[in-house]
């Protein structure tokens, strides 16, 4: 059972371009969704967290927006840059457990010239 | 200078032999976890320890067996190995038994068995 369903599976974007990531998740217990990237051959390093007591987190050109009702939460990549160029997880977790992310499946990004 | 190291980083095996994979961390961080990511780079946690305690044991077959001698390392023994275990598998560790200050992962340890 895939408890955190992510979108698309790979996406070509154009430098300078938006790129968007879109996860879903089914547990309504889930309170911290970060988003991890990943290069090849190295291991995911986290880039940016909410929680869903806010609906917008920014960190640089990196933008989580969060849907609490719709359960949903999304990556934006804004001016997106050929060094973008990797995959990225949404994840999901419920605070005051034993640590237990639940990974997407992954998105490819492709920032082209 | 390595925040979470992971040996060997390339393993390749035949079927029915047994391999170890060692992790350090330096962060003084408390728990930590083996994750494995499938050829569809699927992660999915196996195990986690949190100051030497088993906290989550994962379906995993009882051919893989974690150990943690301190918190500052996780190992991870695997049995019989079987074509299905090639995948990279990847350390990480935390601070405090909860995720809200992120996992840092190692770099992976990528298992072939032939």
């Known amino acids: 059972q895939q408890q955190v369903k992510q979108s698309p599976q790979s996406l070509i974007v154009q430098k300078g371009g938006i790129s968007i990531i879109n996860c879903a998740y089914e547990?309504?217990?889930?309170?911290?969704f970060p988003w991890y990237q990943q290069f090849p051959g190295k291991g995911p390093a986290l880039l940016i967290a909410?929680?869903?007591?806010?609906s917008e987190k920014k960190e640089g050109r990196f933008t989580i927006s969060f849907n609490k009702s719709a359960k949903q939460f999304s990556l934006h990549i804004m001016d997106s840059q050929p060094g973008d160029s990797a995959t990225y997880f949404c994840?999901?977790?419920?605070?005051?457990?034993?640590?237990?992310?639940?990974f997407g499946t992954g998105t490819r990004l492709q920032v082209t010239l | 200078d390595t925040a979470v190291s992971q040996t060997p980083k390339y393993l390749v095996t035949q079927m029915g032999n047994d391999k170890s994979i060692k992790c350090e961390q330096n962060?003084?961080?408390?728990?930590m976890y083996w994750y494995k990511q499938d050829s569809k780079k699927f992660l999915k946690i196996m195990f986690s320890?949190?100051?030497?305690?088993?906290?989550i044991n994962e379906t995993v077959p009882n051919r893989f067996s974690p150990k943690s001698p301190d918190k500052a390392h996780l190992n991870l023994h695997i049995n019989s190995l079987e074509l299905g275990d090639s995948a990279v598998y990847f350390c990480?560790?935390?601070?405090?038994?909860?995720?809200?200050?992120?996992?840092?992962f190692g770099s992976g340890t990528r298992l072939t068995v032939v």
């Open positions: 909410i929680r869903p007591d806010v």
């Open positions: 547990n309504t217990a889930f309170d911290y």
């Open positions: 994840a999901a977790s419920i605070s005051g457990t034993a640590s237990k992310l639940t």
């Open positions: 320890y949190n100051n030497k305690e088993l906290i």
């Open positions: 962060l003084g961080h408390d728990t």
């Open positions: 990480a560790s935390s601070h405090h038994r909860t995720v809200d200050y992120g996992y840092t």
